[in-house]
């Protein structure tokens, strides 16, 4: 039996802040509150917090193709990236791993290859790697590992992504006030003027394909749309079936949020509209924005909404780290200086509602009986904080001392 007792530290409660010591016994939050039991840990001045859960994250894909078609192995990639999301006290992590017709990074060889690499490697990585079947619904021929991926050791999520239709829309229509994708109102580009073939240019750099070839491609996907909506209907009967937290990807309109909510996907993963988010929120599903988009002011998408003020009007439940894993910490620290909310309510956005939204009833809170994925954090007034240590079920996943 290990055991270690962490003192000193502000505590962040279910539903208070306060000093306070924290028992582990094997893994598992035994005590609050209680005389040192084995190891003292020394947490003073510092905050005990829950680690995080990030639901989406592709941070990954950097480290697996830093440039252009500049591709490193795979075990480095995952080794690297498990380091970063310990660092950066990611305790559980959504790898959002793309399921699509594209070759290159985004193909379905590199999907499976990935999916097989976690399992085959479990034993090596210090934090928990999941995966989000981030699965494109022009991929028909992806329902098959779809099947594989729900019944392997990942424990996933299933996301629908519809990235095929936003590159067909016609340029008169702003993305984020586009029609249902299935819909006849969807107006789609001419596709052989050369403003599209420009728009497809880094779709094709990622895929390792000329722009020309691009199009071809995409020209010959945009065939099977009558099929698309039968496809997603099997794929949610999948999810429901297996349990898994499913979510759509930028809604745009109540009947998108509507149709995929139909189909078992109860989250929505970065709506477009304000608009969307409240009616997501209405009807019980939990909303889920960018952490970056908090970080730098507004979304990278123009007129996306503003992550910081859907939190401040109650229409955000969840931050993930999207594209950056240190955003997650950086954005309560961001909204935190700006007075938005108290830090408790900000860091149940990146710890206790992920964890509900992905159905991990054992962790996400400091309680007796959760698993024992926390964090200790340095956060001195009037600077961004810093993870010095990371715990997994107990586990040190990541531990730093400064020079000072």
């Known amino acids: 039996m290990r055991e270690f007792t962490i003192t000193g530290a502000q505590v962040y409660l279910p539903d208070q802040i306060v000093e306070s010591t924290v028992t582990v016994t094997d893994g598992v939050i035994s005590d609050i509150g209680a005389d040192v039991r084995g190891e003292e840990v020394e947490g003073t001045g510092r905050i005990l917090a829950p680690a995080m859960i990030d639901v989406h994250g592709d941070a990954f894909e950097r480290q697996l193709m830093p440039r252009p078609n500049v591709f490193f192995p795979m075990e480095a990639a995952i080794l690297e990236t498990d380091r970063q999301l310990a660092a950066n006290g990611i305790a559980t992590a959504y790898h959002a791993l793309s399921i ?132 997603i209907a099997e794929v949610g009967q999948l999810g429901r079936e297996k349990n898994v937290p499913m979510l759509s990807h930028d809604d745009t309109q109540d009947e998108t949020r509507d149709f995929y909510r139909r189909h078992g996907a109860t989250i929505s993963e970065f709506p477009m509209t304000v608009a969307v988010a409240a009616v997501a929120q209405e009807r019980g599903d939990m909303v889920i924005f960018g952490a970056p988009n908090v970080v730098r002011g507004g979304s990278h998408l123009g007129e996306s909404p503003n992550a910081a003020d859907m939190v401040k009007a109650g229409l955000c439940d969840i931050l993930a780290s999207d594209y950056y894993y240190p955003a997650m910490l950086a954005a309560i620290a961001r909204m935190d200086a700006d007075n938005l909310a108290d830090r408790l309510m900000l860091w149940k956005l990146v710890s206790t509602n992920p964890a509900k939204a992905m159905k991990l009833y054992d962790r996400g809170e400091i309680k007796v009986g959760k698993r024992a994925d926390l964090v200790l954090v340095g956060w001195p007034q009037g600077h961004m904080p810093a993870i010095r240590h990371t715990w997994v079920a107990g586990r040190t996943a990541y531990c730093a001392t400064p020079r000072g």
């Open 100 to 231: 699509s017709w594209e070759p290159g990074l985004r193909s379905m060889d590199r999907a499976r290859e990935m999916i097989d690499a976690l399992s085959r490697w479990e034993n090596r990585l210090t934090v928990e790697n999941r995966v989000q079947l981030r699965w494109e619904t022009f991929c028909l021929e992806g329902i098959d590992l779809l099947k594989e991926a729900l019944e392997g050791p990942l424990m996933p999520s299933l996301a629908f992504n519809d990235h095929t239709s936003m590159a067909m829309l016609h340029p008169d229509i702003i993305q984020q006030k586009r029609p249902f994708e299935h819909s006849s109102l969807f107006r789609i580009a001419d596709t052989d003027t050369p403003e599209f073939h420009t728009k497809m240019a880094g779709r094709a750099d990622r895929s390792g394909l000329s722009a020309e070839d691009y199009v071809d491609l995409i020209k010959d996907r945009w065939q099977m749309r009558p099929r698309v909506k039968e496809a």
